[in-house]
């Protein structure tokens, strides 16, 4: 096995062993150990990890090693899809971006104003999934992997994903538990962890969402994704 690879594999493959076995575990080790000694741990376990995702990919992966496809122009359009459903993903938890410039005179780009909801009502992406900000680096991640060649490449970008599934299935099973968080039969019913699965299934209404979405926000995110596509063309 190629020494990227082997880097990677062993940096995602502790950094998710380590993430359920802690954050499952957490109450009882706390009491044994203290909150201290645990978040220690944690960081320690996390950071050893990423180190060696890291070394991995710079060391041995980017560019480098056995080559596992060359990518097609379908997968490079579909590497553009996912990687702008990714960063709209990433732009709608941030405030809303809007034109400066109106009729009415000049205002903050930024629209810093927070609505007050209960938290009972289920907005924006939370429609789409429970876990929208790790599907976005796991959609980002499988988009960029689709435009790359190597091994270790595909290895390390294709597992935010994988981190997204595993990570926000066991983060609901905890939180339905009320470990380290909650999550109420209710809010549960009308939701999902996979991604679009409530609004496919009928739990959640797309008309909505489509009202909620922060349309300046995912512009930029899609034309930021399409200069990616460009720039990697020109290489």
Not at 61 to 69: A, D, E, I, S
Request: hydrophobic fraction near 45%; glycine fraction near 10%; proline fraction near 5%.
């Amino acid at each position: 096995m190629h020494a990227g690879v082997k880097w990677i594999a062993l940096g995602w493959g502790g950094f998710i062993a380590e993430n359920l076995v802690l954050s499952h575990n957490r109450q009882s080790l706390i009491e044994h150990f203290g909150a201290r000694a645990y978040h220690g741990c944690y960081s320690v376990l996390s950071t050893t990890a990423c180190c060696s995702i890291a070394y991995g990919y710079l060391r041995h992966g980017r560019g480098k090693g056995p080559v596992l496809w060359t990518p097609t122009p379908v997968m490079r359009a579909g590497g553009l899809l996912l990687q702008s459903l990714g960063f709209i993903c990433l732009s709608q938890l941030i405030p809303m971006l809007r034109v400066p410039v109106t009729s009415e005179g000049v205002r903050c780009p930024i629209d810093l104003v927070e609505h007050r909801r209960p938290k009972e009502d289920l907005t924006g992406m939370a429609r789409v999934t429970r876990h929208p900000s790790f599907w976005a680096l796991g959609f980002i991640g499988v988009g960029t992997a689709l435009t790359r060649r190597h091994q270790a490449e595909v290895l390390f970008y294709v597992m935010p994903a994988v981190f997204a599934f595993i990570g926000g299935s066991h983060q609901d099973y905890r939180f339905r538990r009320n470990i380290g968080g909650f999550l109420s039969p209710e809010v549960d019913a009308k939701t999902s962890g996979v991604p679009f699965g409530a609004l496919l299934t009928g739990r959640q209404e797309w008309s909505p969402l489509l009202e909620e979405i922060k349309w300046t926000n995912a512009l930029l995110a899609v034309i930021f994704a399409s200069a990616l596509a460009l720039r990697r063309l020109r290489l």
